[in-house]
């Protein structure tokens, strides 16, 4: 009920400031089970993609967001919540096995559920290569698998801002339904994971005209990350020799100053302890 009450209020608000388009509508289908895939942009991704449809999507969204603190965290916590979505790990392992399992009783019970197979949102607008956990499920539950691609999100939130941007109009396209029959019952090769998920990634790229990057968005943000670290360090230690520089010639500056000024006090010393001029030793009065 809550997804329902909050996509009420917030459509109306979303169509007016940004006149979101969609295509391809109707190839979700309007009843039954199927996996939304979907490329990973920005957070705004979580509100323009199921916006244009009739139906509930329930997303696999990372833990963070229902685990922050403070204000934001606990707004994040009561939205994820309350819309229906689903907390995974991705860390790996049994919470990520847990997650996925989650997933699949969703789809058994004849909803949509949402993925976003590159596990993280893009860090520069590119698409990158998918988790193959999408195919797991997508082979599993058996149900086709729908191309969901976001464009132009990542304008109006990149990475780090808070505040949309206004004067953007996204767009999301809907691709034809993918049929992976021909490999039930084949979840548990590895290959044919990585050959249905890169499948997928293709639909996906076809879709959005994003470039693709046989990477993982993870490991390009972590080097992206130390990369900022590093160009922080520098930043501080040039900052910190310009400080020394600039200290060491303030203090070349008074030390220049005492020099002068004690070279003044010598010479107006001097010139006073100097003979009057035309005075002679017979003018002395010891003379």
Do not use: C
């Not at 797991?136 to 941007?165: F, H, Q, S």
């Amino acid at each position: 009920m809550f997804y329902w009450v909050v996509k009420a209020i917030l459509g109306p608000i979303l169509a007016v400031l940004w006149q979101p388009r969609a295509e391809g509508v109707e190839n979700v289908p309007r009843r039954g089970p199927a996996l939304m895939v979907g490329n990973h942009l920005s957070f705004s991704d979580h509100f323009f993609g199921p916006l244009p449809l009739p139906r509930k999507i329930t997303f696999l969204a990372k833990s963070e967001y229902f685990t922050g603190t403070g204000v934001k965290g606990l707004a994040s916590r009561a939205f994820f919540s309350g819309v229906g979505q689903i907390p995974i790990d991705r860390s790996g392992g049994k919470a990520s096995e847990a997650a996925l399992r989650t997933g699949l009783k969703v789809l058994k019970r004849g909803d949509l559920l949402g993925i976003y197979p590159e596990g993280t949102r893009s860090p520069d607008g590119r698409l990158y290569r998918g988790r193959t956990g999408v195919a797991r499920i997508a082979l599993e539950a058996r149900v086709p698998v729908v191309p969901m691609a976001m464009i132009n999100a990542d304008k109006i939130m990149p990475p780090g801002r808070t505040v949309p941007k206004l004067g953007i109009r996204p767009v999301v396209k809907f691709g034809k339904a993918l049929d992976f029959s021909r490999y039930h019952g084949m979840e548990k090769d590895q290959r044919v994971l990585r050959a249905v998920t890169d499948e997928i990634m293709y639909a996906l790229m076809e879709l959005s005209g994003q470039e693709y990057v046989d990477r993982y968005a993870q490991a390009v943000k972590a080097e992206l990350e130390e990369e900022a670290r590093e160009a922080r360090k520098e930043q501080s230690a040039d900052s910190k020799e310009r400080r020394r520089a600039e200290k060491a010639r303030r203090k070349e500056e008074r030390r220049a100053r005492r020099a002068e000024k004690k070279a003044a006090k010598k010479a107006a010393k001097g010139d006073g302890d100097a003979p009057a001029e035309g005075s002679t030793a017979e003018d002395s009065p010891t003379g």
